[in-house]
Nanobody, 115 residues
Framework: VQLQASGGGLVLAGGSLRLSCAVS????????MGWFRQAPGKAREFVAS????????FYADSVKGRFTISRDNAKNTLNLQMDSLTPEDTAIYYC?????????WGKGTLVTVSS
């Protein structure tokens, strides 16, 4: 399975970005997917996930109500809509597959939120 995240960039606080993760080598609908992030000097942390079975979504408390995870099975793409961004959201964002061990990771995409 290959994962490729894109969509990062520089945005002002309060703004929005939409990240995408292109999935190849496996049909998106047969695996759970998630987003993680790693801020400078901090450990990687869970952001959001979407289940394989029924599309249930789960969010870290820090992003709940601001971020929305979704998947487009037809395009084999995982998305993360990020609204009301704050400088604390600055991080490299990674998409991952195969919970709970998350055995597959893509290269990250950098999100920088300036105040």
């Amino acid at each position: 399975v290959q994962l490729q995240a894109s969509g990062g960039g520089l945005v002002l606080a309060g703004g929005s970005l939409r990240l995408s993760c292109a999935v190849s080598g496996r049909t998106l609908g047969v695996t759970g997917m998630g987003w993680f992030r790693q801020a400078p000097g901090k450990a990687r942390e869970f952001v959001a996930s979407i289940s394989r079975r029924d599309g249930s979504t789960f969010y870290a408390d820090s992003v709940k109500g601001r971020f929305t995870i979704s998947r487009d099975n037809a395009k084999n793409t995982l998305n993360l809509q990020m609204d009301s961004l704050t400088p604390e959201d600055t991080a490299i964002y990674y998409c991952a597959a195969d919970p709970p061990t998350w055995g597959y990771w893509g290269k990250g995409t950098l999100v920088t939120v300036s105040s």
